[in-house]
Nanobody, 117 residues
Framework: QVQLVESGGGSVQAGGSLKLSCAASGYIFGTCEMAWSRRAPGKEREWISSISTGGFTTYEDSVKGRFTISRDNAKNTLNLQMNSLKTEDTGVYSC???????????WGRGTQVTVSS
């Protein structure tokens, strides 16, 4: 059974940093593309970053240059380093894994990030 468990969320002032992690189990971690998404209060969930099995990364425009996605295949862990945080980065951040039928198949429950001014 695939499990994704996020950690590292919290409250921080604007301009600060947080590092999120996602521990994966139940499948061969290195075989799947992985991603982070977030859901801001009152808004739809939005994709913010992906990393391929080979380490190729992509980012949503609003986080480019501030967020860095990485993966440690030896530790079955996905990370998201978030710097220069803004109030609009507030939301529940979830990791996801494995595209099946064009959609991410597995999701974690999420971790709350709150950025205050």
């Amino acid at each position: 059974q695939v499990q994704l468990v996020e950690s590292g969320g919290g409250s921080v002032q604007a301009g600060g940093s947080l590092k999120l992690s996602c521990a994966a189990s139940g499948y061969i971690f290195g075989t799947c593309e992985m991603a982070w998404s977030r859901r801001a209060p009152g808004k739809e969930r939005e994709w913010i970053s992906s990393i391929s099995t080979g380490g190729f990364t992509t980012y949503e425009d609003s986080v480019k240059g501030r967020f860095t996605i990485s993966r440690d295949n030896a530790k079955n862990t996905l990370n998201l380093q978030m710097n220069s945080l803004k109030t609009e980065d507030t939301g529940v951040y979830s990791c996801a894994a494995c595209y099946i039928g064009g959609r991410l198949a597995y999701w974690g429950r999420g971790t709350q990030v709150t950025v205050s001014s």
